[in-house]
């Protein structure tokens, strides 16, 4: 199955300024119209039973928008697709881990040599199942099984990871777009 990931990184000057929602949304629209000519201005949309947004008139195209950092991304396909994109940061691996992954991770992860890399890993690919599915935090994230469907990470600069899950793999291309704010 073949889907695009529309990129862009914000501005220096609109970094913390809540606007990655925005360019989201103006990714999405970029890529609808590229992709299948298709304006979202006239794509009406509705959400999930847990929020995750779809285009009413459209169910072969499904989408997913993410964002972290510099970083926003909206990937496109033709099945229910879920991505996620995590700056990282410092937080308290610990805590986190208990609530993120099953018990006999959590040491594991903990004394990995990459404790870093593994804690964004376990982040991104469970955040990008439950986009996938459409469950939202509703899902314990300690319950996810990382066997079904299908995931790939994303080669991404260092201090940020990202993954994509979907049902079947996916071919992925990334297109990068300048976006024009206000």
């Known amino acids: 199955m073949k889907a695009v990931i529309y990129f862009t990184e914000v501005p220096e000057k609109y970094?913390?300024?809540?606007?990655?929602?925005m360019i989201g949304e103006k990714l999405l629209a970029t890529g609808l119209y590229k992709e299948y000519g298709l304006k979202l201005?006239?794509?009406p949309r509705a959400a999930?039973?847990?929020?995750?947004p779809f285009l009413t008139l459209q169910p072969k195209i499904h989408y997913n928008i993410s964002h972290s950092g510099k970083y926003v991304m909206c990937i496109i396909a033709g099945e229910e697709v879920g991505?996620?994109?995590?700056?990282?940061?410092k937080v308290n691996y610990?805590?986190?881990?208990?609530?993120?992954v099953p018990a006999d991770m959590v040491r594991e992860i903990l004394e990995s040599e990459q404790?870093?890399?593994?804690?964004?890993?376990?982040?991104?690919l469970r955040e990008a199942y439950i986009k996938w599915t459409g469950e939202g935090l509703s899902k314990d994230l300690r319950k996810i099984s990382l066997d079904k469907g299908s995931y790939l990470m994303l080669e991404m600069e260092p201090g940020y990871s990202g993954a994509v899950w979907s049902r079947d793999p996916l071919e992925?291309?990334?297109v990068h777009e300048?976006?024009?704010?206000p």
């Not at 610990?94 to 609530?99: H, I, Q, Y």
């Open 15 to 21: 970094l913390h300024k809540n606007m990655e929602h």
């Open 41 to 43: 201005a006239f794509e």
């Open 48 to 52: 999930g039973e847990h929020g995750k």
């Open 83 to 89: 991505i996620d994109v995590q700056e990282h940061k």
């Open 94 to 100: 610990e805590r986190m881990l208990t609530r993120m």
């Open 115 to 124: 404790m870093e890399k593994a804690f964004f890993t376990q982040w991104v």
């Open 172 to 174: 992925l291309r990334w």
């Open 178 to 181: 300048e976006i024009q704010l």
